[in-house]
């Protein structure tokens, strides 16, 4: 059975992904990132944002444990 994916978080902040996939993952949910190699080809300036994708099913609960850890799903910074 396939899922579709969702885009959760999209930022320029590595610190923030990283946290963001941590706590996601913590929880139990698949997070997929994509536009990392784009980030290090860049030379890792921060132009190219990186994006946290979940299963569609997962989508709300992943963007409630960001929110309940100051981090805004709508994020783009």
Known sequence: ???????????????VIAFATALLEGEGITVFRLDVHMSILEGGIGLWPQRLMVAERDAFLAAAILRDNEIDPGRSG
């Open 1 to 15: 059975m396939s899922s579709q994916m969702k885009e959760i978080l999209r930022s320029t902040d590595p610190t």
